[in-house]
């Protein structure tokens, strides 16, 4: 088992910049694939980004590409994701995933753990 907490959203203005937390208890994160998901006011919760756990290789939806960075810290059990640049459309309850399967996984369904969320808003 799994439990995710994140932390570290708020409001801020456009242009700026937030970094989100997701801490695990439970069992270690490197065997796992963690991912971060969005959800705005009336629309489907969507992937951001995401660690491979197999290679650590990180990959994004395009719409935050250039702009948004997930790293993971396996000692400390955290992953984190650095959101820089940040647009209204940016604003959404952000969520925290783990999946134990390996592979570049996108989809809702592929994840097994899920954190409570974290609302960041951005200003115009």
């Known amino acids: 088992q799994v439990q995710l907490v994140e932390s570290g959203g708020g409001l801020v203005q456009a242009g700026g910049s937030l970094r989100l937390s997701c801490a695990a208890s439970g069992r270690s994160l490197s065997s796992y694939s963690m991912a971060w998901f969005r959800q705005a006011p009336g629309k489907e919760r969507e992937f951001v980004a995401a660690?491979?756990?197999?290679?650590?290789?990180?990959y994004y939806v395009d719409s935050v590409k250039g702009r948004f960075t997930m790293s993971r810290d396996n000692a400390k059990k955290a992953v984190y994701l650095q959101m820089n640049s940040l647009k209204p459309e940016d604003t959404a309850v952000y969520y925290c995933?783990?999946?134990?399967?390996?592979?570049?996984?996108?989809?809702?369904?592929?994840?097994?753990?899920w954190g409570q969320g974290t609302q960041v808003t951005v200003s115009s």
């Open positions: 660690i491979n756990w197999s290679d650590g290789n990180t």
């Open positions: 995933a783990a999946s134990a399967s390996a592979g570049y996984l996108r989809m809702r369904f592929e994840y097994d753990y």
